[in-house]
């Protein structure tokens, strides 16, 4: 089905760290990381070993009318990794916020009260099914669907006091420490720290959607980290599984209980497959210090994207890799992008005419030296 317009004309057939090669044997540098979920980007000799060992054993899934090892492994590591003490695998971002939605609802229902209002932020983005799409806060995308679920509510980001004026009855709040697809817009520290106590004092559940910003993507395991907050609920998946589709909801041990036998479940959810490749990520992330380079390289990305600007862009956004720089109205940020992967670099796009830059975490100043030598070149030819 049509629902991704008229894709790139580039199909790439083998990859090599953060280096892709299309069916012509021309090489490109990621700087997408296939929307943030090759953090290691491609041929990761761990993840392929990983891999190959669940495909030798011969068992890829069972259901979960079992127990099996790679799953728990998994948990317990997020579990460690993040803060949070229970853990539903699903395979997807939008499944595992349809989650953490129903978690919040059964929370209350639980205690015999009637919260179901949600409040979430203007621009955001939560996913595609029906539930996520109503969290998610941009018309554009309600408008061919309605009716929606209703009890969701739009407040502007980084603005406690709407928050404040509708918390009253309600029963979670979710938010991207990081708005993603609205256009790399990172949430003030005191705006997150402000609402974790709001949440707490109402009793509301603080469900933080990190399934972009999390893994890493940051610098930090997760995003909300920077603000020293721990949320109630947080769901994960892009990075997850290192290319390998697995979401999660994590939460701590008071709301996590809520969900009973029978409340909730997943077919695929939680697999051998996904869950050594998660394990493996995670392990890797908790016990490497491979997120120093992200760290580390932030500044120096940052700092050659601003020398960039000189009137045809504005300051650029964002933290770790997960940076975009804003261009003025007279470049196209799509068209852009497509010059740039004919010159052999892969970007992306978001919200507010950026370039989306989520490279795989192991990109290396050489990379960021010549992308900015071809931004600045497209930009130059207009
Ligand atoms: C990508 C994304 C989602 C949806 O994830 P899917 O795996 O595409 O369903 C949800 N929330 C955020 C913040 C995202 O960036």
Same mark, same amino acid.
Request: hydrophobic share 30%; no cysteine.
């Given at each position: 089905m049509n629902t991704f317009g008229d894709r790139c004309k580039v199909s790439f057939v083998r990859g090599e760290r953060q280096y892709l090669y299309d069916t012509q044997g021309k090489k490109y540098t990621d700087f997408l990381g296939g929307i943030a979920v090759?953090?290691?980007?491609?041929?990761?000799e761990g993840l392929k070993k990983t891999i190959n060992t669940i495909v030798e054993r011969g068992i890829l899934h069972t259901s979960n009318y079992f127990y099996n090892e790679p799953q728990t492994y998994a948990a317990e590591l997020l579990c460690r990794a993040t803060n949070m003490s229970k853990v539903f695998f699903c395979n997807s971002g939008a499944e595992a916020n349809e989650g953490a939605i129903k978690l919040a609802r059964k929370y209350f229902y639980n205690q015999g009260k009637p919260n179901t209002k949600i409040i979430a932020m203007k621009n955001s983005f939560h996913g595609r099914t029906l539930a996520t799409l109503a969290a998610t806060g941009q018309e554009k995308f309600h408008t061919p669907y309605l009716p929606l679920m209703e009890q969701f509510v739009y407040v502007d980001y980084n603005d406690i006091s709407q928050v404040e004026a509708q918390i009253?009855?309600?029963c979670a709040v979710i938010f991207e420490p990081i708005q993603g697809e609205g256009g790399v817009i990172a949430a003030d520290r005191k705006y997150l720290s402000e609402l974790r106590a709001l949440a707490k004092k109402h009793g509301v559940v603080l469900i933080a959607?990190?399934?972009? =910003?999390?893994?890493?993507? =940051?610098?930090?395991?997760?995003?909300?980290m920077y603000s020293g907050i721990i949320p109630d609920i947080v769901t994960l998946a892009k990075g997850l599984g290192g290319g390998v589709a697995v979401g999660a909801v994590l939460a701590n041990e008071k709301v996590g209980s809520?969900?009973?036998?029978?409340?909730h479940g997943s =077919?695929?959810?939680?697999?051998y497959l996904a869950c050594s490749a998660a394990a493996y990520v995670t392990e890797r992330i908790l016990t490497t210090d491979i997120l120093e380079n992200v760290r580390t390289l932030e500044k120096y990305f940052l700092h050659k994207l601003t020398n960039l600007i000189s009137g045809r862009a504005e300051i650029p956004r964002g933290r770790g890799f997960m940076l975009a720089l804003p261009l003025d109205e007279t470049a196209d940020a799509h068209e852009v992008a497509g010059r740039l992967l004919k010159s052999g670099f892969v970007v992306g796009t978001a919200g507010g005419n950026c370039l989306r830059f989520l490279p795989?975490?192991?990109?290396?100043k050489k990379d960021i030296d010549a992308l900015c030598e071809a931004i600045d070149d497209v930009l130059e030819q207009r």
């Open positions: 090759n953090i290691f980007g491609y041929g990761d009253e009855g309600a959607d990190e399934v972009q =910003t999390g893994m890493g993507r =940051t610098g930090e395991f997760l995003a909300s809520a969900f009973s036998p029978g409340d =077919t695929f959810g939680g697999n795989p975490y192991i990109i290396e």
